[in-house]
């Protein structure tokens, strides 16, 4: 038996106990009539202790061990002189009775403690050993109890686990594929799934009428900060209901998540907020409401008073960042350079600074003190706040102010990550103005329903058009999302057609999907969650890469196993593949 005992359980209670445990060597103190070693494995860190009048064997193996070897002890469980009450079994230690080597092992590039000293590339070429840390083991204990969450309510609601396949066509979901070369059919490809939709929705077709899959997914983007070439979905869907049902469902989910997972009662109902009210209120479809600061349009107020800034925008629009009136000129000027940055793209930054005793602006020139007061007020500022107000066209002025509002509350240390502020943000539009290739794109996919209400609007005003589209939000990030699906096959073909696509290329792409339909589609809808971002929410950390065993780096690459790479020509050949340079 290699072992008795893990290295994380032993207590006061299995003194005198003679155990075997099994483990990486931590660390190594050789105080010379003394030898404390901690044998680590994933459910802790016991001290082992080899004293002068242990047996000679033993001490002369503990004199070769290194960090991170493997090996194996015998020995008696002993109270400590010294406690440490910041260890679980820090009550207790070993006294080795025999040592065996199971492995050798190298100097590792890093320690592998709770804090490393190692840089995040070097951690990511040998994430093996990044993985033995205590923090990650964590994560991913946290994952995997997340899962089991997930599947548990689930299936307790009647719904049916079920794989789909990642070897498929293109899926709908406004990325690139990924593709992979077909030997047995040359020339072809299949497409890794963006997303089981089309999959899922056939499905319903087939009567399953709860179906959820904890499943990979593939999306070839352009390269952002914590994004993941893959990733991992929740993926839902429901057949005969509303939306208000599947957000019914789902939002008992989420509670049960945050009870059983973080031990928080989320007692009130989510709140439901309609996407034009996030954009006009903070900026944004992903609100953080963990703080207020909300926006208020002053476009009415500001106008018309010889400020030619103001008197040329569309949109003006404020809020009142709590508490910031001591905010000194640097600081302004600071947030003010903040605005203008490329990313953000402001022109300028106008404040008004409240006080007790009235309020000074950088507009003072253009607005009488009660102009300026009132703009504040509507703003819902007090005295002791700033207000900071932007102005240009409507969406990109708001989206800029949103930039702003999380740089402050990020300053006031209002983004906790242990509050949690979730939501539903309903009622988005249907399609989305792309100016640059003057067409719509659907704001979700292509399936995805119109209100009904909203149905008169598709040919005279297609962007005034609601879906009946969801998504769940939590502190400013977009955790799922998803919508009732068109299941009228005249309505779908508008659908394309709207959307650019030629009867013939709806078919081509889409064909099946609507074919299925013709046998009997039932009213379906549904949603996905991001796994690995709900991962991260709950453990605390920006970062989605922290809960993903083997991630890519930001260049999409895996570093240990230094992937993507070549392969022999025999291989290409066979794919009927051929090289060329990047530049040709
Ligand atoms: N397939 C969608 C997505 O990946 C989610 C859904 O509509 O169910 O975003």
């Not at 925008?313 to 000129?329: D, S």
């Amino acid at each position: 038996m290699y072992r008795t005992h893990t290295c994380g359980c032993l207590r006061a209670c299995n003194v005198n106990q003679t155990v075997t445990l099994a483990g990486w060597v931590q660390k190594v103190r050789n105080l010379g009539a003394m030898t404390f070693i901690d044998l680590r494995d994933r459910y802790g860190i016991t001290q082992i202790v080899v004293e002068e009048h242990s047996p000679a064997e033993a001490r002369e193996t503990v004199c070769r061990v290194g960090r991170e070897w493997v090996i194996q002890v015998v020995g008696k469980v002993v109270e400590r002189q010294s406690k440490n009450p910041k260890m679980p079994t820090g009550d207790i230690e070993v006294t080795a009775e025999k040592v065996a080597i199971l492995h050798e092992a190298e100097v590792p590039p890093f320690t592998i403690e709770e804090v490393s000293d190692g840089g995040d590339d070097l951690r990511m070429k040998y994430r093996y050993l990044d993985l033995r840390r205590p923090p990650l083991q964590r994560n991913m204990i946290l994952r995997h109890k997340m899962a089991q969450e997930i599947r548990r309510f689930l299936s307790d609601e009647g719904f049916l686990e079920i794989e789909t396949p990642c070897l498929v066509g293109s899926t709908p979901e406004g990325a690139r594929d990924f593709v992979v070369p077909s030997r047995m059919s040359p020339n072809q490809f299949y497409a890794l799934p963006q997303s089981p939709q089309t999959l899922k929705q056939l499905l319903m077709v087939a009567g399953y009428d709860k179906y959820f899959q904890i499943v990979r997914c593939f999306r070839d983007e352009d390269l952002r900060a914590d994004r993941q070439p893959e990733f991992t979905q929740i993926d839902c869907e429901m057949s005969f209901v509303e939306q208000e049902d599947v957000l019914e469902i789902f939002e008992r989910w989420a509670k049960h998540m945050f009870r059983h997972v973080m031990g928080i009662e989320l007692t009130e109902p989510l709140r439901r907020m309609p996407w034009i009210e996030a954009m006009e209120k903070y900026g944004s479809d992903k609100p953080d409401l963990r703080f207020g600061m909300e926006f208020a349009e002053i476009t009415d107020l500001a106008k018309g008073h010889g400020f030619s800034v103001f008197d040329e925008a569309e949109y003006i629009t404020g809020f009142a960042a709590t508490g910031c009136a001591a905010y000194t000129r640097k600081q302004i000027d600071s947030l003010t350079e903040f605005v203008k940055r490329q990313q953000i793209g402001a022109k300028g930054l106008v404040w008004i600074r409240v006080a007790e005793d009235g309020v000074k602006s950088s507009i003072d020139k253009f607005y009488s003190p009660e102009e300026v007061r009132a703009m504040a007020e509507r703003c819902g500022a007090v005295a002791g706040d700033m207000v900071f107000i932007l102005c240009g066209k409507k969406f990109k002025t708001l989206t800029q102010l949103c930039a702003l509002r999380l740089e402050v509350a990020q300053q006031l240390g209002l983004r906790d990550p242990q509050k949690f502020a979730p939501l539903w943000v309903v009622d988005f539009p249907l399609f989305e103005w792309d100016d640059e290739t003057q067409r719509y794109y659907a704001v979700h996919h292509p399936f995805t329903s119109p209100k009904l209400e909203d149905v008169q609007y598709l040919d005279s005003d297609p962007g005034r058009v609601r879906a009946n589209a969801y998504d769940f939000v939590c502190n400013g990030t977009e955790i799922g999302g998803g919508s009732i699906r068109i299941h009228d096959s005249k309505l779908q073909e508008k659908m394309f057609e709207l959307l650019g696509f030629t009867p013939e290329e709806a078919q081509k792409r889409f064909g099946f999907l609507m074919n299925a339909f013709k046998y009997g589609a039932p009213p379906h809808g549904g949603l996905a969650f991001g796994f690995d971002r709900l991962c991260s929410l709950f453990g605390g950390s920006e970062s989605i890469r922290d809960y993903i065993a083997f991630p890519k780096n930001n260049a999409g690459r895996d570093v240990m196993l230094d992937a993507p790479g070549y392969i022999d020509q025999t291989q290409l050949d066979e794919l009927y593949l051929q090289l060329r340079k990047p530049e040709e």
